[in-house]
T-cell receptor, first 116, second 114 residues
Framework: NAGVTQTPKFRVLKTGQSMTLLCAQDMNHEYMYWYRQDPGMGLRLIHYSVGEGTTAKGEVPDGYNVSRLKKQNFLLGLESAAPSQTSVYFC???????????????FGAGSRLTVL | DQQVKQNSPSLSVQEGRISILNCDYTNSMFDYFLWYKKYPAEGPTFLISISSIKDKNEDGRFTVFLNKSAKHLSLHIVPSQPGDSAVYFCAASKGSSNTGKLIFGQGTTLQVKP
């Protein structure tokens, strides 16, 4: 059981280039999330999705776009990369608890992106 | 505005001793709290959680304490082991939300010395 798989694991971009990070989960989870981790900032939510065909903004959505065309996949796009987007990106997924328990997210291993 | 704060960036303890990691939150609407552990080059993994209707939850060597009036929670690890050396993130959520979002703190790096 692979869980949450992120590709690529590493990428170096030049300022202004575009790229897409792919997240795939095999747990049939409804919810999917993209976080970024920066030193001293913890994990900050970029965008999330509560189901196929839906997306919503998180805490730091500017400069990113997302799509959830299939339930198992959640794509994060950078249209014009900037050095401020140098970070480690984590995808996560979960099933809804509807207020009856803690929502436990399962994370991927991360994608390290450097923008020069 | 940081709704979940971990004010200690790092903590170093001796093997066998107790590790206490602290977390504060500002939003009184949070009703579930979680701790995640992260090793280098890996994704965070779930460790333990607590509901706001409880003040303590225990799982083996790990215990989480919640003080709602102070908006403070702590993770106790007893006894600490070298394999516990990792970054620990505190997270909070609103159970009534239909999004499942977690708000994370900045993380605390724990080093357990042999």
């Amino acid at each position: 059981n692979a869980g949450v798989t992120q590709t690529p694991k590493f990428r170096v971009l030049k300022t202004g280039q575009s790229m897409t990070l792919l997240c795939a989960q095999d747990m049939n989870h409804e919810y999917m999330y993209w976080y970024r981790q920066d030193p001293g900032m913890g994990l900050r939510l970029i965008h999330y999705s509560v189901g196929e065909g839906t997306t919503a903004k998180g805490e730091v959505p500017d400069g990113y776009n997302v799509s959830r065309l299939k339930k198992q996949n959640f794509l994060l796009g950078l249209e014009s990369a900037a050095p401020s987007q140098t970070s480690v990106y984590f995808c996560a997924s979960s099933s809804p608890m509807y207020g009856v328990g803690a929502n436990v997210l399962t994370f991927g291993a991360g994608s390290r992106l450097t923008v020069l | 505005d940081q709704q979940v704060k971990q004010n200690s960036p790092s903590l170093s303890v001796q093997e066998g001793r107790i590790s206490i990691l602290n977390c504060d939150y500002t939003n009184s609407m949070f009703d579930y709290f979680l701790w995640y552990k992260k090793y280098p080059a890996e994704g965070p993994t779930f460790l333990i959680s607590i509901s706001s209707i409880k003040d303590k939850n225990e799982d083996g060597r790990f215990t989480v304490f919640l003080n709602k009036s102070a908006k403070h929670l702590s993770l106790h690890i007893v006894p600490s082991q070298p394999g516990d050396s990792a970054v620990y993130f505190c997270a909070a959520s609103k159970g009534s939300s239909n999004t499942g979002k977690l708000i994370f703190g900045q993380g605390t790096t724990l080093q357990v010395k042999p």
